[in-house]
C-alpha cells in the first residue's frame, strides 16, 4: 500500500507563512531600503577624513541660493499645512439608559399582541416566531405610549418620548465633556419616521438656550444609517468653520410608528425596534487632542436608491386598512449584501494593508483573464480593524456580516450583545455597541474601529475611528450594571 501523503496544512504552519507574507508585503519599502542604506555606509566609510573634508570644501553655496531654498522650503511646508483637513475628534458620547419602568419582557409582548390583535391570531403566532428568533433579551424597552392597551401613538406622546430621550442623552453629554450649550457651535439631529414641526433640533435649542447663531440640521427619513450621514455633514461642517464643537444627537422615536395592523412584512419592525438615542460631541479644536477618546479617519457612504428594489426594500406606506407602517421587503437581506459589497470596494483600498490588496488584485486578474469559476479572494479586514460595530438591525443581519467578513464571534460580540440588551435602537445602535467594547476594558490606544450601517434608501454607511487614548471601563455606561453578565449565550430560539 503506497504510502498516504502527510496532511500538509497540519504539518506546515500555514498561518505563519501567511504571517509571513503580509510582514513581508507591508514592510516591502523598508526592507528594499535597508541594503541602499547599508551601501551608503559601506561607501562613505571607504573614504578617508581628508576625502570627506576636501569634498564638503568642494561644495560651494551662495547666499540668494540660501535665501530662495530655505522660502520655497517654508512656501511648500506652508501650503502642504494649510491644505490638509482639519482633525476630527470625538471627544466623548453619551447614549440612553431607558427606565425600568420601560422594560418589555417577552410575555409581556405577546400579552399585549393578543389583546390588541385578539381577531388576528395568525398575525399573534408570526410576531411570536420572530421574536424566539429575534435575538433580543428580556430588558429592550418601548416608550410609555406602546404600554397602553390599545397604544396610544398621540403627537403629545411622541414629543414626550423624543425630550425624554434626547434630553437624558444631552445632560449627560454635558456632565460627561463639561461642555456648556453656549459652546455648541453645530447641531445636527437625526430621526427617521418622527419629524414634527418646530424640529427636533429647534425644540433642543429652545430646551438649552443655545447660541442664536448656531448652525442646525434636521435629518429625518434617512432610515437606522442616519447616524453616520449625521457624522458625515459634521465633518464636513468643521472643515471649513475652524475651532468649532459639533454636536450629534441620533435617535428613533417609536410612539407614532407602532404598527397595529395585521400585514406581516410590517409587523416585523414592531419585534425589533426599541427605545434608545445617543448624543455625540465633535470638535476640531487643537485643545481636544488629548482628551479625546478618538480621531475620525474615513467615512464611506453608499446609495443603492436608483434601483427600484432597492429603494422600495424599506417603505413607509398604508396597508390595506389604512394603518401606516413599515413595510420590509423580503429581498432586504440580498439588497444589504449588494450595498455592502459596493461599499466594502470603496473603504477596501483606503484601510487594508498593501498583503491584502496584492492577493484581491491577483485574484480578480486571475478570474479576468484565465478562469471566472475561480472563488473571488474576502480581503481579511481583521487586519484592517481591531473592532467591529455591525448596525444591530437584527440577528439575520449580524449572521450575514459575520459570514461574509470572515469575522470571529468574539468580532460580532458587540453587535450581538447590543442587539440583545437594548434590541435595534435604530442609528444609535453603534454607539450602544462602542459603549460595550469600552465598558469591557479593550478600547486600547491605536486600535481602529469599523462602524457600518444599513438604511433606507437603500444605504450602506462606514465609518472608521482610531482611538486617541487607552479608555478605562467607564461608570456612567448605559452598560455599567450590566456588563458583569455579558457575553451571554443566545440560543437559536427561545421558546415562548
Known amino acids: 500500500m503506497p504510502p498516504t501523503l502527510p496532511d500538509f496544512s497540519s504539518s506546515v504552519k500555514l498561518k ?102 385578539k381577531d388576528k391570531p395568525k398575525s399573534v403566532e408570526f410576531q411570536m416566531r420572530i421574536l424566539e428568533r429575534s435575538g433580543l433579551g428580556e430588558e429592550t424597552c418601548l416608550p410609555p405610549a406602546i404600554h397602553y392597551i390599545p397604544p396610544k401613538p398621540t403627537m403629545e406622546a411622541a414629543r414626550g418620548e423624543a425630550e425624554l430621550v434626547i434630553f437624558s442623552v444631552m445632560d449627560s453629554l454635558f456632565k460627561k465633556t463639561g461642555l456648556k450649550p453656549k459652546d455648541i457651535d453645530i447641531l445636527i439631529v437625526n430621526c427617521s419616521l418622527f419629524s414634527p414641526t418646530p424640529s427636533l433640533s429647534a425644540m433642543v435649542i429652545n430646551k438649552y438656550k443655545l447660541r442664536s447663531n448656531i448652525k442646525s440640521f434636521n435629518l429625518s427619513g434617512m432610515g437606522c444609517s442616519a447616524g453616520l450621514i449625521s457624522i458625515d455633514l459634521a465633518r464636513d461642517l ?107 470596494t470603496t473603504i477596501g483600498p483606503l484601510v487594508l494593508p498593501a498583503s491584502e490588496q496584492l492577493l484581491f488584485l491577483l485574484t480578480l486578474i486571475g478570474r479576468k483573464i484565465f478562469n471566472p469559476k475561480w472563488k473571488p479572494y474576502i480581503p481579511d479586514f481583521k487586519q484592517a480593524f481591531e473592532h467591529f460595530c455591525i448596525h444591530a438591525g437584527g440577528r439575520a443581519v449580524i449572521d450575514e456580516l459575520q459570514k461574509n467578513l470572515q469575522l470571529s464571534a468574539e468580532h460580532v460580540e458587540a453587535s450581538r450583545m447590543t442587539l440583545h440588551r437594548f434590541g435595534n435602537t435604530s442609528s444609535s445602535s453603534l454607539w450602544y455597541e462602542i459603549g460595550y467594547i469600552e465598558a469591557k476594558g479593550r478600547m486600547r490606544r491605536g486600535d481602529r474601529v469599523w462602524q457600518i450601517a444599513f438604511g433606507s434608501g437603500f444605504k450602506c454607511n462606514s465609518a472608521v475611528w482610531k482611538c486617541n487614548r487607552t479608555i478605562k471601563k467607564p461608570t456612567d455606561s448605559p452598560w455599567a450594571d450590566c456588563i458583569d453578565r455579558y457575553p451571554v449565550h443566545i440560543p437559536e430560539v427561545v421558546k415562548l
Not at 488629548?290 to 413607509?316: F, I, P, Q
Not at 396597508?319 to 423580503?330: A, F, P
Request: positive net charge; glycine residues 4%; proline residues 4%.
Open 16 to 117: 505563519y507563512v501567511k504571517l509571513g507574507y503580509q510582514y513581508l508585503v507591508n514592510h516591502i519599502l523598508y526592507l528594499l531600503m535597508i541594503p541602499v542604506m547599508v551601501g551608503v555606509l559601506i561607501e562613505v566609510l571607504r573614504l578617508g577624513p581628508d576625502e570627506i573634508l576636501s569634498l564638503w570644501r568642494s561644495l560651494h553655496f551662495d547666499l540668494v541660493q540660501i535665501l530662495c531654498s530655505s522660502f520655497l522650503i517654508i512656501f511648500i511646508a506652508t501650503v502642504y499645512f494649510m491644505s490638509k483637513p482639519r482633525t476630527i475628534y470625538l471627544v466623548d458620547y453619551a447614549c440612553y439608559k431607558p427606565p425600568v419602568t420601560c422594560r418589555v419582557p417577552f410575555s409581556t409582548f405577546m400579552e399585549h399582541s393578543r389583546l390588541i390583535l
Open 238 to 344: 468643521l472643515q471649513v468653520h475652524p475651532n468649532s464643537n459639533a454636536v450629534v444627537v441620533s435617535t428613533e422615536i417609536i410612539t407614532p410608528n407602532y404598527y397595529q395592523g395585521n400585514e406581516r412584512a410590517m409587523l416585523l419592525p414592531n419585534c425589533l425596534f426599541r427605545m434608545g438615542g445617543a448624543a455625540i460631541l465633535l470638535s476640531n479644536r487643537r485643545s481636544h487632542r488629548r482628551l479625546a477618546k478618538y480621531r475620525l479617519v474615513h467615512v464611506v457612504r453608499t446609495h443603492k436608491g436608483a434601483d427600484d428594489k432597492a429603494y422600495r426594500c424599506v417603505y413607509e406606506e398604508e396597508d390595506r386598512e389604512g394603518k401606516v407602517g413599515i413595510n420590509l421587503s423580503k429581498d432586504l437581506m440580498a439588497i444589504a449584501g449588494e450595498a455592502l459589497k459596493s461599499n466594502i
